[in-house]
């Protein structure tokens, strides 16, 4: 039987294309600009969760950020690739990411964590904490609601696993950030909670 996981990225593989033509039906750019704000020009970040590179890595590499992008999708990193060719992007599952420790500047991902197990979620946290540099940021999507299931997606069913905006806040702390700023993103007609958080 497949895992969570592996059915997410199959799902993903079939609706790529077409989950990329309307991607831009949530508003980033204001919490990009709001991390943009704490960091140098040429700040290596990383992209979990990275999709078809647009939006989120084109702004980055307009900034000068040096950008790495990982997705457990081989076609959305195939479009990736094409979209934002200036970016470093690999396949893999954020779940069994194995960068060094002190690697980034800042991780960001947007609408893919709770495509994982939520039990898994503070582990991930934790693991992010690590790859950050001292002072590092965390930006991040996360379930608004307390959740799980499967639903309809770009013709496809993909899967969901998250908790509610308190329970995520209490993990992020819990793995060990500072919370810069947190806020509930109505774009698109959905409920997102959004959190900018630190490395100390």
Sequence with gaps: MKSMNQLVRDAYNK?????SLTRDLF????????LSEYLKPNSEIL?????AGKPI??????????V???DISEKQIELAKINVPKVTYLVGDMSEMNFPNNSFNAVVSFYAIFHIPREDHLDLFKKI????KPGGLFLTTLGFD???????FHGVTMHWSQYGKDKNLELIKQAGF???KTEVDESGGEHHFVVLAKKM
């Design 129 to 132: 904490l690590k790859m950050l």
């Design 146 to 152: 307390d959740w799980e299931g499967s639903e309809e």
């Design 15 to 19: 609706c790529a294309k077409d989950y």
């Design 27 to 34: 508003k980033n750019k204001k919490y990009l600009e709001m």
């Design 57 to 66: 890595d084109e702004y980055l590499v307009s900034k000068e950020h040096k």
């Design 178 to 180: 500072e919370i810069i």
């Design 68 to 70: 790495t992008g990982i």
């Design 47 to 51: 992209d979990i969760g990275c999709g």
